[in-house]
Structure formats: structure tokens, C-alpha cells
């Protein structure tokens, strides 16, 4: 078995037995399904709010549970020295990290396999058994879009603490979604400030590419092309940022 595969393994076990993860999973699930009564008096939009609502239930307990898993997992071990251990077997920092990564990953398809269903049974309860196609795009989207989140958690983790982490990623996220509308008014002025636009462009994540409730809610397909060009832009993404967790942990002085 892999070194990567163990830490994956053992990442995993520990993610599932945390109290915190099942309250989240709980709690949104019932949250998906209190949205069929929520939505009783939606005068005719009570499918789209329904399906916005869900699919932002989903995406925000994959954030919360990264945002709670996350910053710990390599600080942790800094702080107790159990990373020396780990690397005595030997095992390299890419696999550390990356064994790291995916055992939270996986942690988070879990809770969102099991919100999905839930999800999928609010739909069926209301009669809507038209946009499965689409509501699993769309889902598979926020997916990816925790999936940045995480990696950049999980590379700040290294040298920040579990508060600042968190508030850094809330940062990170809202700016995310700001970006296109913030850089491109930058970007149209034009000298330094188009510059400066382009800068932050090419930093901060697009994520309001991943973000396509909204086109959900009101039946508006999303293409397998728009899919492909964002799961590449994402996957490219979230391998520079543990590229460069990578760089930080080889250099960090652990001793």
C-alpha cells in the first residue's frame, strides 16, 4: 500500500469519527428537506428556490467542513512533532501533503453523497424529476469549488493557526466571487491600475465560475463544455496551490 494511500486512509478515519461532521451532515440534511415547507408560498418559484437552496446547503457544509478539518491537520502535527515521526519512515513532503488532501476530500464527497440524496428525495417529494442531469453538474461544480477552498487551507495551515486560516479562506472566498466584477473595473481604467487588476485576476480563484445555482433555479443547461474548461481550470488550480504547500513545508524548519 502506498505512503499516500495510508495517510489518505488514516486522514479519513480520523475526519469520520469527529462529532462535528455528522452534526453538519445532519443538520443541513435536515435543512434540504424543511425547504419543501419553506417554499410553500413561493407563488410559482418554490422548484427554484428549492433547487438554489439545496445546492447552497450542500456547498456550504463542504465549506464548513474543510474550513474545520483543514487548518488543523498539518498544524497539529507541527505543533506536536508527529510530522518528524511521519517523515522518519521516510515519507516525502508531496506525499504528506497530498495524502492530506485527498483523505479530507474524500471526507467531504461523503457528506456530499449523503446531502445529495437527501437533496435529490426534496426533489422527488415535490414532483421535480425533470433537471437531474443538470443538478448533478451543478453539485460536482460546488464540489470543486470546496476543492480549491480546501487546498488553500490546507497549504495556510502549514504556518497559520486554526482562527486566522479560517478567516484568511472567508476571505479568499468572498473575494473569489468579487473578483471578475472587482479586477475588471480595475482592468478598464487601464495604466496601473489595469496592472494591479490583472495581478489579483491571476491569484485570487474565479469561483464564481463554479457557481451556477442560479442558472439551476431557472432551468438554464449547463454544457459539457463549460464543465470540462472548469474542472480543468480547477484541477490546474489546485495543483499549483499544493505545488506550492509543497515548496513552503520543504523549507519550514520542523525541528
Not at 451532515?25 to 408560498?41: A, D, Q, V
Not at 483543514?70 to 515519507?91: H, M, Q, Y
Request: net charge positive; aromatic share 12%.
Amino acid at each position: 500500500m502506498s505512503k499516500t494511500l495510508i495517510i489518505t486512509i488514516g486522514i479519513l478515519k480520523d475526519s469520520i469519527r469527529q462529532p462535528v461532521s455528522y452534526f453538519l451532515i445532519i443538520f443541513f440534511s435536515l435543512l434540504i428537506l424543511t425547504t419543501r415547507i419553506i417554499t410553500t408560498f413561493g407563488f410559482g418559484f418554490e422548484i427554484n428556490m428549492i433547487r438554489e437552496m439545496g445546492i447552497s446547503s450542500i456547498t456550504l457544509c463542504g465549506l464548513l467542513i474543510s474550513i474545520l478539518a483543514s487548518p488543523g491537520i498539518i498544524s497539529e502535527d507541527i505543533r506536536n512533532r508527529t510530522i518528524l515521526v511521519v517523515f522518519a519512515k521516510p515519507v516525502s513532503k508531496r506525499e504528506f501533503i497530498l495524502g492530506k488532501y485527498i483523505g479530507i476530500m474524500l471526507t467531504i464527497l461523503c457528506a456530499f453523497f449523503f446531502l445529495t440524496l437527501t437533496f435529490g428525495l426534496t426533489l422527488w417529494w415535490k414532483g421535480d424529476v425533470l433537471q437531474y442531469g443538470n443538478i448533478i453538474k451543478t453539485i460536482i461544480l460546488s464540489y470543486e469549488l470546496v476543492a480549491i477552498i480546501t487546498a488553500i487551507s490546507l497549504t495556510l495551515s502549514i504556518f497559520l493557526p486554526m482562527a486566522y486560516n479560517a478567516v484568511v479562506c472567508f476571505f479568499v472566498y468572498a473575494a473569489g466571487h468579487l473578483s471578475p466584477y472587482v479586477c475588471g473595473r480595475l482592468i478598464e481604467k487601464g495604466g496601473v491600475a489595469q496592472f494591479m487588476g490583472n495581478i489579483i485576476y491571476s491569484i485570487l480563484p474565479n469561483l464564481e465560475d463554479f457557481n451556477v445555482s442560479s442558472a439551476l433555479a431557472v432551468g438554464t443547461p449547463v454544457t459539457n463544455g463549460y464543465m470540462a474548461i472548469t474542472t480543468f481550470y480547477g484541477m490546474m488550480y489546485i495543483g499549483v496551490v499544493l505545488f506550492i504547500a509543497t515548496i513552503i513545508l520543504e523549507r519550514k524548519e520542523l525541528y
